[in-house]
T-cell receptor, first 113, second 115 residues
Framework: GNSVTQMEGPVTLSEEAFLTINCTYT??????LFWYVQYPGEGLQLLLK?????DKGSNKGFEATYRKETTSFHLEKGSVQVSDSAVYFC????????????FGKGTRLHILP | KAGVTQTPRYLIKTRGQQVTLSCSPI?????VSWYQQTPGQGLQFLFE???????NKGNFPGRFSGRQFSNSRSEMNVSTLELGDSALYLC??????????????FGQGTRLTVV
């Protein structure tokens, strides 16, 4: 079945460092890919998405490119801020009869001032 | 417009009891999905309702059930609570069934603690 694997955390970086959180997926068809963020004490928010191969999703300085050849959707940000500290979830959804969202286990990110 | 509202925010129950959680989706959204979030298992899909019908179901025992009302509000019920049911329960609403090319909007969740 479909699945999402993302790097385990926690990831700790200093402010202004470059961020990469790896995400790979397994899917039988052509899924849409998402990154969600969960700030402390809150629900999930959609950060960005990509719906087909080579699409790049971007928001708030974060980017991720849908790579079909490597089945990856790595999240990157050039210069992180303390306010980016949160848990990040990679997810996929495939348009078929069972097109529910499947999430990775989440990566906790700590940014030090 | 108002977001997804989940009530209550926090709940403490005893083993063997039952609990009902509520979710009010964004106005106009007819699809509601429920997820269980735990440190060990991450986010796991429970079920999805669309227009009062269960459209999809995850791999949870029959103690977990849900329903959706004509105004799209949804409830989930857990009977005979176990310690392992302690989790954050998240509700998400969307305008169409399944996420497809739209995003799901999440509520803040209900934190259930079973003692």
């Amino acid at each position: 079945g479909n699945s999402v694997t993302q790097m385990e955390g926690p990831v700790t970086l200093s402010e202004e460092a470059f961020l990469t959180i790896n995400c790979t997926y397994t899917a039988t068809g052509y899924p849409s890919l998402f990154w969600y963020v969960q700030y402390p004490g809150e629900g999930l928010q959609l950060l960005l998405k990509a719906t087909k191969a080579d699409d790049k999703g971007s928001n708030k300085g974060f980017e991720a490119t849908y790579r079909k050849e490597t089945t990856s959707f790595h999240l990157e940000k050039g210069s992180v801020q303390v306010s980016d500290s949160a848990v990040y979830f990679c997810a996929l959804s495939e348009r078929n009869r069972d097109d529910k969202i499947i999430f990775g286990k989440g990566t906790r990110l700590h940014i030090l001032p | 417009k108002a977001g997804v509202t989940q009530t209550p925010r926090y709940l403490i129950k005893t083993r063997g009891q039952q609990v009902t959680l509520s979710c009010s989706p964004i106005s106009g959204h007819r699809s509601v999905s429920w997820y269980q979030q735990t440190p060990g298992q991450g986010l796991q899909f429970l079920f999805e309702y669309f227009s009062e019908t269960q459209r999809n179901k995850g791999n949870f025992p029959g103690r977990f059930s849900g329903r959706q009302f004509s105004n799209s509000r949804s409830e989930m019920n857990v009977s005979t609570l176990e310690l392992g049911d302690s989790a954050l329960y998240l509700c998400a609403s969307s305008s169409v069934p399944g996420p497809l090319n739209t995003e799901a909007f999440f509520g803040q969740g209900t934190r259930l603690t079973v003692v």
